[in-house]
């Protein structure tokens, strides 16, 4: 029998996961001599309190539910993708190029565009390492480190001497085109009736981000790819026996995950900066494993997760301008959600469920 | 005291191990209870029982790896606490796990002196090691080269390393788990020599075993465990394994599947000169031809390890091989993209795996879920190109859960909450409804409690006379005799050759496993 | 290239291969008993920041090492915790101490210094100073080995000759004691060490130990020998190069002083020259900065000689029914 109740496994293991990080966290800033409580006002009041303040919550969160699911369909499929920073670099580089070389006539034309060459880049940089995976046996976790760093490196080497313009300093491309510029939340929202603030990044690929979160789930749950892909990741031999191909379906989990990191670009270079900048990706990568593994891999978690780290991220910058409390504290907070939804999750569930079988027990 | 008045004196020496009213539970599983034993200085005891009777959680208790919940031990008559493996050696006590533990690429000494070092530096222990080594090779044909690494010594030589690790801590009382399981009948005699100059030396011998035929040949005292109870303690001179079967299983054990004689249509299969190489370089089969026909069972007997499971795996699409194999007249890819599962399948190959929990299933996969595996891509199962029809595949799956009376009747529940025997009706459903022309079975019966035996036994049978072709690979001779009708037995990656259930007996295939053709006083091969 | 700036390159290639080397070793320790250990990286940061705080405050670079160490080890202690004792996942818990480390470090350091997250700058006895051996001037002077001795042998500090001493110790505590025996298999099969008597528990717990106090000697090193003082993020991926290097050197300790030295050297020379004219193609700085991880990969992928990690690396002990 199961140790414990579906419900108690996906819902409450998760919230006492992240209770014990945030009341963690808390500690850390009384520990800095700083008031928790205080710090947290600020931070609902800068990322919830207001329209603008969601404009940015929302915008974080976009970033995040891509990484996220980037994240989620490797770990299916047995995979530890740790390499989300640099699939969306490259991904970036995607954008870049689709929006600097072609002329677009509008932003939706454009928007599609700048997917595919996000989400292609990003599945190339993620194919290497899965390729290695699959037929070399070289640990994943380690190559897409690896790669991480090369992609820096690429970038870095493609802005300073490539794509630099002639006469700028700035190691960052032109401008894109003024068609590219996607439509912001407020326009969309406006349209409907709905009144916004103004000037916020959220724009339209927060529609794009809800939309793949329902496509990968029915891709998990609905689709033979994704029967495939979880079978293998339960089991290589198992697979094996049931004639599913663990190198093409590690290719294929590899790909959709590297262009899901990719395609947070769209949001983030093409919907915020509108030009390619160094570390465009702000280690949104990193922090898709922390989504992931507290939305317990499943979209509508990870969604809620993205939104978790969106409130955090915001209300993180809050408190560098409010209170003296450096943003790092929000890379703290990441830090313990990781290492209590990830690592430490047995502090957790072993003495839980003790008590429901000890319930169980008594019950008869 | 001299060995003769310990194993000649009952009640004046204290027992080498007296266990008092051990009884341990795993959740609601009570895998011991109330167990209480007597094993005399300088015997050989035996213990015997099917899978999940016991017997190792039991053995697990001596050896300091669980906490029994109630009950003592007493070692030579003084009350012992036994809380790790340390405790264990102290008291004098060694263990030969079933699954050997020995760190791989260590040499031999290394691994005898691991845990019993003297001192921080090696070298002192390792010289010391050495001459202790020479010393137990004389004396207990324990021959081993001290500096060969254990990865490339034989299973037989590995499982000596475990016994002279044993010796070198001063092991008095030496428990053995399943030692032959893996073991050719040549290195299992080998085995018994050692373990009869052991006993001649004074030591104490428990030895955990399924296999009536070693009880009988070697022990002194053999007891029987059922269900987590042992049932009875008997000297072997005064019993018989007629008496020790009914004991093991708790009621007359039926030797025979009722079956009518088979009547073999065309020839289905035709395997030739079937050879793999595995990825280290080692041939393990070795040119294998057969032929099955339509309703009838080839077994297959022979010792784990002898190229059954790669025949089963070249069949199942699972390991490429050279050679040739036809189903049905249309000749198999044995390399390349089509040399996998789905292309079996699609060429109306079923197969029950040897190992459910690890290839039959995904044990964490919902019983609806396992039920489409491997069959993932039949279109029954699809609501169009792209999307999985899943109420499709759970209404059949509640069918086949039905007619094959998996207990409890529950699609949604995950495979790893089902008993052994129910998730074996659960592949088995899943592989026999398709109606395959030739199906795969191997060890269908490992794990499963006897009521499912039967089931089991019978619905291979039913395919069998709807005039399918059957190759059935088992351990188990007692399983291979009930169900073949026909018997190849394979030894070292080859077929040793085929006899008829009603011409051979036990012996004379026991011979052939151990690579012996025909006469009894040959040499292994 | 004339000898002279040979000689530096090489000079500088100790200088910065010795966190590399130091972090290396720390990650053999923790890998060969089965630990993977992809979290060197926070803690080289933690011990940086701790080390630099501490000598800035007392003036003292000894009890700055010693506070570096400390910090380190309890990082390294929450990976013990997480990957021992709760028998998490490896990875993750790496992942969650480098985050940690980034974080914290900051702020700490702005909470108790306010300049931004950096620690005050170090001087006299804030920080190890270089020794300059016997007669290392008179010596320089003899052309050829003279500017060796002079500029490769002598006048390191202290923490590079302990690194580089750390190497055959390493190497005879694996391989010659009662320890390294009992390390190496627990690496290989836990439950023959189990089986053996011996506590795997405490066998781990011990190597993740070392493995704290190395990274943390790494992450001192580099905040009070290599510069003055803790800045953000100062350890700039070493900890990740220090896994690369690990795997390069297939988990063996002289290996692992060729890796580093090797990945110190390209560290040198990107640090020296913009851009590498080999006539037929130039090689731009960032292609030098990703041939570590390039050559890694490589190596990863088997096509140049395998690398075999311990068998049981990754997998958290269970004894079995």
């Known amino acids: 029998m199961d140790r414990m109740?579906?419900?108690?496994?996906?819902?409450?293991?998760?919230?006492?996961n992240v209770l014990i990080a945030f009341v963690l966290s808390g500690l850390v800033i009384w520990a800095i001599g700083e008031n928790p409580f205080d710090a947290m006002q600020i931070m609902v009041?800068?990322?919830?309190?207001?329209?603008?303040?969601?404009?940015?919550?929302?915008?974080?969160?976009?970033?995040?539910?891509f990484t996220g699911l980037g994240f989620a369909v490797a770990s299916h499929a047995g995979l530890f993708n740790i390499g989300g920073e640099g699939q969306a670099t490259l991904g970036g580089l995607g954008v870049a190029l689709m929006c600097l070389f072609i002329p677009w006539p509008n932003w939706w034309l454009a928007v599609i565009g700048a997917s595919l060459g996000a989400a292609v880049l990003g599945a190339a940089w993620a194919a290497i390492p899965a390729w290695l995976q699959a037929k070399r046996g070289s640990h994943i976790v380690i190559t897409t480190i690896m790669f991480n760093f090369i992609a820096a490196a690429l970038l870095n080497y493609l802005l300073v001497n490539v794509l630099r313009p002639v006469g700028s300093m700035d190691p960052a491309t032109a401008n894109f085109p003024k068609p590219t510029t996607l439509p912001e939340l407020n326009q969309i929202l406006g349209a409907i009736?709905?009144?916004?603030?103004?000037?916020?990044?959220?724009?339209?690929?927060?529609?794009?981000?809800?939309?793949?979160?329902?496509?990968?789930?029915?891709?998990?749950?609905?689709?033979?790819?994704?029967?495939?892909?979880?079978?293998?990741?339960?089991?290589?031999?198992?697979?094996?026996?049931?004639?599913?191909?663990?190198?093409?379906?590690?290719?294929?989990?590899?790909?959709?995950?590297?262009?899901?990191?990719?395609?947070?670009?769209?949001?983030?270079?093409?919907?915020e900066s509108g030009r390619l900048i160094m570390n465009a990706s702000e280690g949104a990568g990193f922090i898709g494993i922390a989504v992931a593994?507290?939305?317990?891999?499943?979209?509508?978690?990870?969604?809620?997760?993205?939104?978790?780290f969106g409130f955090l991220y915001q209300g993180g910058g809050e408190l560098a301008l409010w209170a003296n409390i450096p943003r790092e504290l929000v890379t703290v907070i990441q830090a313990l959600v990781i290492l209590f939804t990830g690592a430490l999750d047995n502090v957790v569930r072993l003495p839980l469920e003790a008590a429901f079988m000890r319930a169980r027990k008594r019950r008869g | 005291m001299g060995t003769d008045s310990a194993a000649g004196a009952t009640g004046t020496a204290p027992p080498a191990i007296e266990l008092k009213g051990i009884s341990k539970a795993f959740g609601p599983v009570q895998a011991n209870k109330d167990i209480s034993i007597q094993v005399r200085r300088g015997t050989i005891h035996g213990i015997i029982g099917e899978n999940g009777a016991g017997k190792s959680t039991l053995m697990s208790i001596l050896y300091g790896f669980y906490k029994a919940d109630a009950g003592e031990i007493h070692v030579g008559g003084r009350k012992t606490e036994i809380p790790d493996s340390q405790a264990a050696i102290k008291a004098g006590i060694g263990m030969v796990f079933q699954h050997f533990k020995l760190v791989q690429n260590f040499s031999v000494l290394e691994n005898v002196i691991l845990g019993v070092e003297d001192g921080a530096l090696l070298r002192p222990s390792l010289s010391k090691a050495r001459k202790e080594l020479v010393h137990l090779a004389k004396e207990y044909e324990l021959n081993?080269?001290?500096?060969?690494?254990?990865?490339?010594?034989?299973i037989g030589h590995q499982q000596r390393v475990e016994i002279l690790k044993a010796l070198y801590r001063q092991a008095d009382i030496l428990i053995l788990d399943e030692p032959t399981g893996v073991l050719t009948p040549a290195e299992a005699d080998h085995l018994f020599r050692i373990l009869a100059n052991l006993k001649r030396e004074g030591k104490t011998i428990i030895l955990i075993t399924h296999k009536l035929r070693e009880i009988m040949e070697i022990t002194d005292t053999v007891s029987v465990m059922r269900r987590g109870e042992m049932t009875a303690t008997v000297k072997t001179a005064n019993t018989n394994p007629t008496e020790l079967a009914e004991l093991m299983v708790g009621r007359k054990v039926l030797l025979r599947v009722d079956k009518t004689p088979a009547r073999p249509g065309r020839t289905i299969v035709e395997i030739e000169n079937l050879k793999v190489t595995d990825r280290f370089g080692v041939e393990r089969l070795k040119g294998v031809s057969l032929q099955i026909r339509a309703g009838e069972i080839l077994g297959i007997a022979g010792v784990a390890g002898n190229g059954?499971?790669?025949?089963?795996?070249?069949l199942g699409g699972i390991r490429d091989a050279s050679g040739r194999v036809e189903v049905n007249g249309k000749a198999l890819a044995l390399t390349g993209r089509d040399a996998d599962a789905q292309s079996r399948r699609e060429a109306g190959i079923a197969h029950v795996s040897e190992d459910r929990q690890h290839t039959g299933l995904i044990m964490d996969f919902a019983a609806w879920e396992n039920v489409a595996f491997g069959y993932h891509n039949d279109p029954a199962y699809q609501k169009n190109a792209l999307i999985m029809d899943n109420a499709a595949i759970l209404a059949d799956a509640e069918g086949k859960i039905e007619r094959f009376d998996v207990r409890p009747p529950d699609a949604k529940l995950a495979a790893k909450n089902f008993s052994g025997g129910n998730q074996q009706k659960i592949v088995l459903a899943r592989e026999i409804e398709r109606n395959p022309d030739l199906l795969l079975v191997g060890q269908p019966t490992r794990g499963v409690d006897i009521g499912a035996i039967e089931f089991i036994h019978q619905q291979i049978v039913a395919l069998r006379d709807a005039g399918k072709a059957i190759l059935l690979v088992s351990v188990e001779l007692d399983e291979i005799f009930a169900l073949s009708d026909r018997i190849a037995v394979m030894f070292d990656g080859k077929i040793m050759g085929e006899r008829l259930p009603n011409e051979t007996d036990e012996r004379e295939l026991g011979m052939l496993m151990a690579g012996m053709t025909g006469k009894p006083d040959g040499e292994a091969a | 290239m004339d000898y002279a700036s040979i000689i530096e390159i090489l000079d500088s290639t100790v200088r910065l291969g010795t966190p590399l080397l130091l972090a290396c070793l720390a990650g053999l320790f923790s890998e060969r008993s089965g630990i993977f250990d992809i979290g060197l990286e926070g803690k080289m940061l933690v011990s940086a920041m701790m080390s630099g705080a501490v000598a800035a405050v007392t003036g003292d670079v000894w009890l700055g090492l010693l506070a570096g160490i400390g910090a380190s080890i309890i990082l390294a202690l929450i990976h013990g915790l997480a990957s021992i004792t709760f028998r998490g996942n490896q990875l993750i818990s790496g992942v969650a101490i480098n985050f940690l480390a980034s974080g914290i470090t900051v702020l700490i350091a702005q909470s108790w210094f306010q300049q931004g997250g950096r620690t005050p700058s170090l001087s006299g006895g804030g920080r190890f100073h270089d020794i300059v051996w016997p007669f290392a001037d008179q010596i320089g002077r003899i052309p050829g080995i003279g500017p060796i001795y002079q500029n490769l042998i002598s006048g390191h500090t202290i923490l590079v000759y302990v690194a580089f001493l750390c190497v055959p110790l390493t190497w005879w505590t694996l391989y010659k004691t009662r320890f390294g025996l009992r390390l190496r298999a627990v690496g290989e099969n836990p439950a023959a060490v189990d089986t053996a008597g011996i506590s795997v528990i405490r066998m781990r717990y011990t190597a993740v130990l070392i493995c704290g106090v190395l990274s943390g000697i790494a992450g001192a090193y580099l905040a009070t020998s290599l510069s003055a003082g803790f800045v953000k993020e100062m350890t700039a991926g070493r900890g990740y190069i220090a896994l690369a290097a690990l795997i390069f050197a297939k988990w063996r300790p002289w290996y692992a002083l060729g890796s580093t030295m090797l990945f110190g050297l390209l560290e040198a020379i990107s640090n020296r020259y913009q851009n590498i004219d080999l006539g037929v193609i130039v090689l731009p700085v960032q292609f030098m900065q990703a041939l570590p991880y390039i050559l890694t990969v490589i190596i990863l992928a088997g096509f140049v000689g395998k690398a075999i990690p311990p068998r049981a690396g990754g997998v958290p002990y269970v004894k079995e029914r």
């Open chain 1, 293 to 308: 593994l507290m939305g317990r891999d499943h979209p509508f978690g990870i969604f809620l997760a993205a939104l978790l």
């Open chain 2, 308 to 314: 059954q499971s790669e025949l089963l795996e070249v």
């Open chain 1, 45 to 65: 009041s800068g990322s919830l309190g207001s329209t603008y303040g969601w404009g940015y919550t929302l915008y974080y969160a976009t970033n995040f539910m």
């Open chain 2, 144 to 154: 081993v080269d001290p500096d060969e690494t254990i990865e490339n010594l034989s």
């Open chain 1, 193 to 271: 009736g709905i009144p916004f603030a103004k000037h916020t990044p959220a724009n339209v690929s927060l529609f794009i981000a809800i939309a793949a979160c329902v496509l990968v789930w029915a891709l998990i749950w609905h689709t033979r790819l994704g029967y495939q892909i979880r079978a293998l990741g339960k089991s290589e031999p198992a697979a094996l026996y049931a004639g599913i191909r663990p190198v093409r379906i590690t290719m294929y989990a590899m790909l959709i995950s590297g262009a899901l990191g990719g395609m947070m670009a769209v949001n983030s270079t093409m919907g």
């Open chain 1, 5 to 16: 109740p579906h419900w108690a496994d996906v819902v409450l293991v998760p919230v006492l």
